[in-house]
């Protein structure tokens, strides 16, 4: 499996022992967390705004990931509206025992509100 599009991960991580589950494998929670940063990354390349996270839309693991396995969240930007920007965030991992493959892990979007100083929903991009 290539990188989507070619691009370069918005985070790239080694997933270590303390992330993991019972099971032995990543605690999905971690990928949440790990998705929520790769979407704000993918915001502030579009706008210098404070921004909150609003929705993540279903998140479906396909594949489980493992201790040692090099995770990357790739981003690319889906919709910008006058006060949100909804990302997609597409995470694959590179396994760390051989034969090192890369498989596809989930994909979610995430819809981000941009705030001004009080909290309040401001357009995401300057207008002029």
């Not at 989507?4 to 999905?28: E, H, K, L, S, Y």
């Not at 839309?57 to 889906?78: I, N, Q, R």
């Amino acid at each position: 499996m290539s990188e989507p599009n070619n691009q370069q991960p918005a985070i790239r991580v080694v997933m270590m022992p303390r992330d993991t589950n019972p099971m032995g494998t990543i605690f999905g929670g971690i990928i949440l967390s790990y998705i929520d940063q790769a979407g704000a990354v993918e915001f502030r390349r579009r706008s210098d705004k404070r921004m909150v996270t609003v929705a993540m839309h279903e998140v479906k693991f396909l594949a489980p990931v493992l201790v040692g396995d090099l995770v990357s969240f790739y981003t690319e930007t889906v919709k910008i509206g006058n006060t949100s920007l909804t990302a997609r965030v597409t995470v694959e991992a590179k396994r760390g025992l051989a034969p090192h493959e890369t498989v596809r892990v989930t994909q979610a979007e995430v819809v981000y509100v941009a705030l001004d100083e009080q909290g309040k929903p401001v357009p995401v991009l300057q207008v002029g």
